[in-house]
């Protein structure tokens, strides 16, 4: 059960591994693009390329989607990056469901484990696989791998190094499932008092850069949100996105969002301990470029 191609990885893992997959699970064909035409998910593109029964139901208690389930009589469901299931569902086959979440439980229990990760300057961070059970993302622990997050590294480049991991974490999942070798254990007790991240949807106001943050926390915001859905900020009477930078805490007396280039390479911006140097934007109905070449076709305001 999965949509985006972070699923894809963990269904290829499972087939390539000899697995039989008796079916798949994905969201309905969405409109999409100019022409709103409708597109299928990469799992389904998967799915049909592998020719391996598809279900894309609306809603998940939907009586005539969960006697298709059923009748696929499967063993254990394996749901990576999609919606939260009803019991009917997660406790349909006799081994329950196992899932493939991005984050080394129970920090960043949530939808956007990856993001806030990288927004909250964290050094590591990996995948687990565990049981669903009815509160989200507590279900007892199978496996964990665990991976450094390197400086830099944006949303998009840590969101592929993990797509490898929770595939291949998968494949030793089921593996040590079938072979009975493998011990659950449940997730500790928190602490009111001493709270552990967690990772929210990420909404519009969570992408607005606010400059008189500290640089390190700009950064972060920048590369946890990049590519998708990015980092903007206002300037010039539009909004720009900023998908790459680079941070230098210095003293200076500029305002915190106050701008400075040289009009060929350099375009940054004062936060209240230093500055950010943008590498790569977006202005708004533009296309996403580096600011050298960005800098060449724009007229830059006085400063």
Known sequence: MGTPGFAVAS???????????????????????????????????????YGIPLLQPEKLKDPTFLDALRCWQADIQV????????????????????????????????????????????????????????????GGILLQASTPIHPGMTAGELHDALMVIGAKLIVETLQG???????????????PAHPLPHAPKIHT??????????????????????????????????????????????????????WSSDGKTHFSFATHDGWIHIIDLQIAGKKRMDTASWLRGYRLPNQ
């Not at 499932?177 to 602490?191: C, I, K, R, W």
């Not at 106001?205 to 980092?231: D, F, M």
């Not at 900020?233 to 720009?240: L, R």
């Open 11 to 49: 269904l290829e893992a499972l087939i390539q591994a000899g697995a039989q997959v008796v079916g798949v699970v994905t969201a309905p064909d969405r409109p999409a693009g100019r022409g709103l035409s409708l597109q299928p998910s990469e799992v389904k593109k998967a799915a049909l390329a």
């Open 79 to 138: 749901v990576v990056a999609f919606r939260m299931l009803p019991e009917a569902v997660w406790n349909m086959p006799p081994l329950g469901s196992v899932n493939v979440h991005a984050s080394l439980l129970p920090k960043y229990r949530g939808a956007a484990p990856i993001n806030w990760a990288l927004i909250n300057g964290e050094t590591e961070t990996g995948v687990t696989t565990f049981r669903l059970k009815h509160e989200i993302d507590t």
């Open 205 to 258: 106001e969570t992408c607005r850069i606010h400059w008189n943050q500290p640089v390190e926390k700009v950064l972060n915001l920048i590369q946890g949100l990049s590519p998708y859905p990015g980092a903007f900020a206002e300037w010039n009477e539009t909004t720009f996105k900023i998908f790459r930078a680079t941070g230098e805490k210095v003293n200076h007396h500029a305002q915190p969002g106050s």
């Open 177 to 191: 499932l079938a072979a009975e070798t493998l011990v659950e254990h449940p997730q500790p007790e928190l602490d």
